[in-house]
Nanobody
């Protein structure tokens, strides 16, 4: 499975961005898909996930601002990010696991290259 994230960029605090992750080489509908982010010097952290049979889960600190969704027909994962804060500045990665997952970064089998999100104050 190959994953390609896009949509990062520079945005002012309070703004919005939508990240996309295009998947290829596998059966997308059988993948649990997630977003993680990492700041230099810190561990990669879970942002949001959507299971292969549906069902969304979010990091507690992000609930209400971020929305994860998927389009199985197009094999694309999305992350809508609203009310962005400078603390959201990070490299965002999409990741996948076959069928069910625990949403731990060490457990995800497939990773894309990250896309940088920078939120200015």
């Amino acid at each position: 499975v190959q994953l390609q994230a896009s949509g990062g960029g520079l945005v002012q605090a309070g703004g919005s961005l939508r990240l996309s992750c295009a998947a290829s080489g596998g059966t997308f509908s059988r993948l649990s898909m997630g977003w993680f982010r990492q700041v230099p010097g810190k561990e990669r952290e879970f942002v949001a996930g959507i299971g292969w049979r549906g069902g969304n889960t979010y990091a507690d600190s992000l609930k209400g601002r971020f929305t994860i969704s998927r389009d199985n027909a197009k094999s694309i994962l999305y992350l809508q990010m609203n009310s962005l804060e400078p603390e959201d500045t990070a490299v965002y990665y999409c990741a996948a696991d076959l069928l069910s997952t625990t949403w731990s970064s060490s457990g995800m089998n497939y990773w894309g290259k990250g896309t940088l999100v920078t939120v200015s104050s």
